[in-house]
């Protein structure tokens, strides 16, 4: 098997700020692994910033291309453009406010190359603010079993800008337009069609938590998000269930605003709560879970389910019950 075989990077951008989208490109541009191709996909043509950065890197650096979209087509459609335009046997994701650590490609693809059976991998990654301070860490569940199992249950298991995975895997599942949950659709239907993914225990990547805007996606449509992943597991189910050959259409896509409002209450609690997550604060954490109740016990509920699944996972995991 080749030793060294391309790979494509996908890095969409939108709005960055021009000094974290140098931070994120040149992370990929200086991996100990590089034969790479950066394809850098901008969403927004009237950005001009932006398209005289991402210009500029495609003429210092033959490894770059470029690619921006007539009009804002959105995250799914920009990251299958990517995916049609790639040439490598494997693709990885980025984004475009986040880094990379410098061998997270390199160990990443020495895993697969490891691990033929295997199809998709991420890694655990530190969580940094937008002055690129450390605040905390993510530690996700590893195994193949654990990954299915909470995408049947719960949500998406790997970090979505951390992923590596075969090229076949991308072209046939591409991603669809399920707005805000792209990433968990995606590994769902991969899911359904038999492909295999892992975690890598060690942190290879530096994810960027908006906490002072509200231009973080999660802020903006965390409700969205959290619909659409109940949509996602129903499509599962009836998938399953009916034995369809054909994965079911994408469902109409409505929100309730009222509920809505409800739920984006709760969002500035959110944030806090997982701030005393990172910083273990025991008695805060109870202090705003009591809070959020009071406003929506809903996203309150899905965190518990999420940390008790994967608690059992994670024991499971220790003492060799799966692997």
């Not at 940094?128 to 199992?149: P, R």
């Amino acid at each position: 098997m080749n030793k060294n075989p391309l790979i494509s990077v996908l890095l969409p951008l939108y709005n960055e700020p021009i000094s974290l989208a140098k931070q994120a490109i040149d992370s990929i541009l200086n991996q100990t692994f590089s034969h790479l191709e950066v394809i850098l996909l901008l969403d927004n043509p009237k950005n001009t910033e932006l398209i005289n950065l991402i210009q500029d890197y495609e003429g210092k650096d033959n490894r770059v291309i470029t690619h921006i979209n007539s009009s804002n087509k959105g995250l799914p459609e920009t990251l299958n453009a990517g995916i049609h335009k790639a040439k490598g046997k494997y693709i990885a994701r980025m984004d475009g406010d986040d880094i990379s650590a410098p061998t997270r490609i390199e160990k990443q693809l020495k895993f697969l190359l490891e691990h033929p059976h295997i199809d998709l991998v991420g890694s655990n990654a530190y969580a940094i603010n937008e002055e690129g301070e450390l605040i905390g860490e993510y530690h996700k569940l590893s195994s193949d079993f654990s990954q299915k199992m909470m995408l049947r249950h719960i949500t998406i298991n790997l970090i979505h800008p951390t992923w590596l995975g075969k090229i076949e895997l991308f072209k046939n599942c591409l991603y669809r337009n399920f707005t805000h949950c792209e990433d968990y659709d995606f590994m769902m239907r991969a899911y359904a069609l038999g492909y295999h993914f892992y975690n890598l225990q060690e942190n290879l990547f530096y994810v960027r938590i908006q906490q002072k805007s509200l231009r973080s996606v999660s802020r903006k449509y965390a409700y969205e998000q959290y619909i659409n992943t109940i949509r996602v597991q129903k499509q599962y189910k009836t998938f399953k269930r009916k034995k369809l050959k054909v994965y079911p259409e994408l469902p109409e896509l409505s929100y309730d605003a009222i509920d809505k409002e409800k739920y984006q209450s709760t969002i500035a609690d959110l944030n806090s709560l997982r701030e005393a997550f990172f910083q273990k604060q025991i008695l805060k954490i109870i202090s705003i879970s009591i809070r959020i109740s009071q406003k929506d016990s809903r996203p309150l509920i899905f965190r518990l389910k999420v940390l008790v699944l994967s608690s059992i996972l994670s024991f499971m995991e220790k003492i060799k019950l799966i692997k």
